[in-house]
């Protein structure tokens, strides 16, 4: 059984910044890339940053320079760090991490979501 823990999410003026962390947890082998994604009311599912084992990162286009992909990997926790949100920044933030377990079977999964609301 794998868990993905996030938090960070609530409330931000436009132009500040937030800070969300995801830890994974359970029977994990290895953990191959993990990464953030976003779902605003009415929208698709986006990727926003990702960050592999090995390897750059990338982000969408929207939140290059503003937002900031990294991972622990003792702590198989990755975090994105936002800066100078906009309100269109407005969505629910996922966390998914593509591992493989002590089973030695490789899957993603996704955590629950939280919360990125960007208003004055």
């Known amino acids: 059984q794998v868990q993905l823990v996030e938090s960070g999410g609530g409330l931000v003026q436009p132009g500040g910044p937030l800070r969300l962390s995801c830890a994974a947890s359970?029977?994990?082998?290895?953990?191959?890339?993990m990464g953030w994604y976003r779902q605003a009311p009415g929208k698709e599912r986006e990727l926003v940053a990702r960050?592999?084992?090995?390897?750059?990162?990338n982000y969408a286009d929207s939140v290059k320079g503003r937002f900031t992909i990294s991972r622990d990997n003792a702590k198989n926790t990755v975090y994105l760090q936002m800066n100078s949100l906009k309100p269109e920044d407005t969505a629910v933030y996922y966390c998914?991490?593509?591992?493989?377990?002590?089973?030695?079977?490789?899957?993603?999964?996704w955590g629950q979501g939280t919360q990125v609301t960007v208003s004055s």
């Open positions: 998914k991490a593509d591992l493989m377990t002590t089973g030695r079977i490789r899957r993603y999964y």
């Open positions: 359970g029977t994990i082998y290895s953990i191959n890339a």
């Open positions: 960050i592999p084992s090995a390897g750059s990162t």
